[in-house]
Every structure is written in structure tokens, then in C-alpha cells.
């Protein structure tokens, strides 16, 4: 299997919810990185996850939650959502934690997130 | 901290001409990366090209190329032979080192290209 699918790829969510995001990477890919990208704006780091452990976190707070699971899936939690957090959330992954960055990070589409 | 600049929020070109779109970085890293990424309309960032901090040549990838003066903190991404393709968003990234965190990527605000017949 080639590629990162994400989905949903759009969804609306009422202030105060909770939203998962679903990300399935590629075969052999055990990184995972999650990006908020806010209308206009280039994409911000979320978190990353290797080995299903997370090994680095962005400037978001302990509502925003991963996980990460042995067959390359990964998961974004959001709890109390609120307005500015309607973005497209991407997840990237690669192969290994360090190694060559000439294998850069493949892209999902990403889910439109829209919270009213 | 990292902090990469696009001061070009968007840009025009006619088809077959080449265009740069600009970027610079700040970092107190020795050891860094710079990427350029496509985002066309569907969302997802398609990666370009990538030059390394200690890289002596400048990056090349068909038609794309890769402008790095390190001394000057600049990656400008030069498109040759542009195509109506070739229309999306441009974003200029950096992956640190020590100080930048090995993980996390820094993006720019990114240039929308618009590739005109």
C-alpha cells in the first residue's frame, strides 16, 4: 500500500466537542507527524509519534492527544474543541526517526475541520 | 528557535518562463534541512527538493532548483519552463537540529504561484 489516506476529509463540530482524526500511513513508515494548518497559513507541528510512543510535541496544549498503533495507523484527539480550531490537520509520515531527510515526509490530504 | 520568512505571498509567471519565489531561515543550528513543498488545491503537500545544511551543491530536481546561501540564510526554489500545473501553494520548510528539535518541521507562510497561459 502506497500514499497516506486521511479521513474524514471534512467535518463539522460544534464548541466543546471532541473530534478523532484518522490517518493510516504507509507500509513501513513507524513515523507519524501531525500538522494544523489554519486558513492562509503555512502548516504548524502537532506532535510526532515513532514506535507509537510520541518523541516531540509543538506549541499545543494536552487537549490535543495521538496515538499510534503497530499496523501505521495513527489517531489525532481533540477535546474541547474550539472555534480556532477549525483547520486542515495533516499527518506526514516517513520511515525511521533519523536517517537521510532527503526521505521526506509524505503527506496526506488532510481533514477540513470545522467547528461551529 | 526556528523561523522561516516567505515574504512573497503571491506570485504570477507566464508559462515556459522560470520564477524564484524567496525564502529565508533563521536557526542557531550547524546542521539543518530546507524543503520546498507543493500544495495544490486537494490539500495534501507534495515534497520538491531538499538541501542540506553541509550540502556544497545546490539541490536540483528536473525542473526545480534549489538557490542556498547559507551565508545569507536563503533557499529560493527556482522553477524553470513553468506549466499551468505548476499552480499552487509554495511553502519553504526547515527540519532542525539541537535546538530546532530533529522532529519538527517549520513551515513558512507559504507563495501562491499562479501560471498564467
Known amino acids: 500500500e502506497t500514499g497516506v489516506t486521511q479521513s474524514p476529509t471534512h467535518l463539522i463540530k460544534t464548541r466543546g466537542q471532541q473530534v478523532t482524526l484518522r490517518c493510516s500511513s504507509q507500509?513501513?513508515?513507524?513515523?507519524v507527524s501531525w500538522y494544523q494548518q489554519a486558513l492562509g497559513q503555512g502548516p504548524q507541528f502537532i506532535f510526532q509519534?515513532?514506535?507509537?510512543?510520541?518523541?516531540g510535541r509543538g506549541n499545543f496544549p494536552p487537549r490535543f492527544s495521538g496515538l499510534q498503533f503497530p499496523n501505521y495507523s495513527s489517531e489525532l484527539n481533540v477535546n474541547a474543541l474550539e472555534l480556532d480550531d477549525s483547520a486542515l490537520y495533516l499527518c506526514?509520515?516517513?520511515?525511521?526517526?533519523?536517517?537521510?531527510?532527503?526521505?521526506?515526509?509524505?503527506f496526506g490530504s488532510g481533514t477540513r475541520l470545522t467547528v461551529v | 528557535a526556528q523561523k522561516i520568512t516567505q515574504t512573497q505571498p503571491g506570485m504570477f509567471v507566464q508559462e515556459k518562463e522560470a520564477v524564484t519565489l524567496d525564502c529565508t531561515y533563521d536557526?542557531?543550528?550547524?546542521?539543518?534541512?530546507l524543503f520546498w513543498y507543493k500544495q495544490p488545491s486537494s490539500g495534501e503537500m507534495i515534497f520538491l527538493i531538499y538541501?542540506?545544511?553541509?550540502?556544497?551543491q545546490n539541490a536540483t530536481e528536473g525542473r526545480y532548483s534549489l538557490n542556498f546561501q547559507k551565508a545569507r540564510k536563503s533557499a529560493n526554489l527556482v522553477i524553470s519552463a513553468s506549466q499551468l500545473g505548476d499552480s499552487a501553494m509554495y511553502f519553504c520548510?526547515?527540519?532542525?537540529?539541537?535546538?530546532?528539535?530533529?522532529?519538527?518541521?517549520?513551515f513558512g507562510t507559504g507563495t501562491k504561484l499562479q501560471v498564467i497561459p
Open positions: 507500509s513501513g513508515h513507524n513515523t
Open positions: 509519534y515513532y514506535r507509537e510512543e510520541e518523541n
Open positions: 536557526t542557531s543550528d550547524q546542521s539543518y534541512g
Open positions: 506526514a509520515s516517513r520511515a525511521g526517526t533519523g536517517g537521510d531527510p532527503r526521505n521526506g515526509y509524505t
Open positions: 538541501q542540506g545544511s553541509y550540502d556544497e
Open positions: 520548510a526547515m527540519r532542525g537540529g539541537l535546538s530546532g528539535g530533529y522532529q519538527k518541521v517549520t
